[in-house]
């Protein structure tokens, strides 16, 4: 059969609602023109992430009943722990409510001011963190994917020369080295293992070790098992290991790639890294084995963990956010080719090539994606990103794009037609799309809780 069906049946339902134009016009204007403020409810399909939206399965749900909420040992820990390192290799396990509490950890127990963080692209909070501990978020992803029409199967490896010239330049201040596995902030690009692999050795040369951001790995060992030569058919579960395998350690946001609706980790296998994380972990986390979670959270990712690397799982989510994807290039609408794993790219830019950079031209067809159909989505570009110099001069990111994040396991065929008719729809009125200019921009993670107008005309 050539139709890749959903792996699942529905047991549980949520309604959701729709509203009018002029409803969706009211709750924008009262959101500040910021599509993080929107009530939930107001939204009819929800694309702003794929992070702790995803449907748990019966297993993890079962799970949940099975928590064991003792404060010091639970069994659910071991469980946990067990699960993490079948997959991940590394000597100790540490638990964290989610992947920004593992950064937040990670740089205060490692990083100095000064330092320099090189990786492929660092995700909004890490770099957040990285800087917050003093020292530089260095992106280094590949030349090729700064061009979102050219189609190459791992636009989201770093540029092995680039990581050469900075270990060199910045040798002794370099605690680690961060790639961000499938890289969710260059579009949801997949890594290669061979580019896994010359860049642990070139880190050996270095000393620095080598760390994944591993939110969304089960989506990358997908991609290298269907691009990468030598890898097709391989189990995921297999690949995954040689990803981390090639990693002295690893954080993670299980929001993603683990089905929970909450947690993360740090995996690690240097000792005396692990026992200052902890040390760290006692004082605003919680004890060691539970990290801010309930027993019931670890339990579900555990299980998650093993669902996730299910083959026909991974066949049916690239497969479905490939298909959203070939629907609207075929409508002509602008995107970032290849398409991501858990999410279609829009270029904002191309989009509403009406509007320059400092109206946001990204964030403006979000919110009337809003206005238009009650879909709610990303921007990952000119908010996010843009940086202003003391005399005023702004620097825009290579890429003004707008993310449709498919959450795993909870919108149908039907759901995503629905998107890909609104965006069609929307792209034939593209010139009526009104710019927005910031009324209050938050010095730190921006796009989260500033406030917008639109311009005039
Ligand atoms: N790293 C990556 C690659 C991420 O995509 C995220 C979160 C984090 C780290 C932080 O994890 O949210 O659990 O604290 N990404 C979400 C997103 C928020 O929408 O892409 P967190």
Not at 18 to 26: C, G, Y
Not at 235 to 259: E, T, V, Y
Not at 316 to 343: C, D, M, N, W
Request: aromatic residues 8%; contains cysteine.
């Amino acid at each position: 059969m050539k139709t890749i069906i959903e792996p699942f049946r529905i047991k549980v339902v949520e309604p959701i609602r729709p509203t009018t134009r002029e409803e969706r016009e009211r709750y924008l204007a009262e959101a500040g023109h910021n599509p993080f403020r929107i009530r939930a409810e107001h939204v009819l399909i929800d694309l702003l992430t794929d992070s702790g939206t995803g449907a748990m399965s019966t297993r993890q749900w079962a799970g949940i009943m099975e928590g064991d909420e003792s404060y010091a040992g639970a069994r659910s820990f071991f469980r946990f722990e067990a699960s993490v390192r079948s997959v991940f290799g590394h000597r100790h396990v540490i638990p964290a409510h989610q992947g920004r509490a593992a950064e937040r950890l990670l740089c205060g127990a490692v990083v100095q001011p000064g330092d320099v963080i090189p990786g492929n692209t660092h995700f909004d909070t890490t770099r957040a963190n990285i800087e917050a501990a003093g020292a530089v978020a260095l992106d280094l992803p590949v030349p090729e994917a700064r061009d979102p029409d050219l189609i190459l199967p791992f636009k989201g490896n770093i540029d092995l020369d680039a990581l050469e010239a900075a270990l060199r330049a910045h040798a002794g201040h370099v605690p680690f080295v961060l790639l961000t596995v499938t890289n969710n902030s260059g579009g949801g690009q997949p890594v290669s293992l061979a580019n896994l692999r010359a860049a642990r050795e070139m880190c050996d040369r270095h000393g620095v070790p080598l760390l994944l951001d591993a939110a969304r790995f089960a989506e990358n060992a997908w991609f290298i098992r269907e691009r990468e030569p030598g890898q097709e058919g391989r189990a995921p579960l297999d690949i995954a290991r040689d990803m981390f395998a090639c990693s002295q350690g690893a954080l993670m946001s299980m929001k993603k790639d683990a089905f929970g609706n909450i947690g993360g980790l740090l995996s690690l296998d240097d000792d005396d890294w692990a026992q200052r994380v902890r040390t760290a972990l006692i004082l605003t986390e919680g004890f060691v084995t539970y990290g801010g979670l309930a027993g019931r959270d670890l339990e579900a990712l555990a299980v998650g963990l093993e669902e996730i690397l299910d083959p026909e799982y991974l066949r049916y989510r690239i497969r479905s956010t490939a298909y959203v994807g070939e629907r609207l290039q075929a409508a002509g609408v602008p995107l970032l080719k290849p398409f991501g794993g858990h999410a279609v790219y829009l270029d904002g830019r191309r989009f509403c090539d009406h509007l320059p950079d400092i109206l946001y031209p990204g964030w403006s067809l979000s919110l009337a994606l809003y206005v238009h159909a009650g879909i709610r989505a990303c921007e990952i570009g000119n908010v996010m990103f843009g940086r202003q110099d003391p005399d005023g001069t702004w620097h825009w990111p290579p890429l003004d794009l707008v993310r449709l994040a498919i959450p795993r396991r909870v919108y149908t065929q039907s759901h995503m037609d629905y998107v890909v008719e609104a965006l069609v729809e929307l792209f034939a009125e593209r010139c009526s799309i009104r710019g927005v200019r910031f009324v209050h921009r938050p010095p730190v993670l921006p796009h989260f809780t500033a406030v917008f107008e639109p311009v005039q005309g």
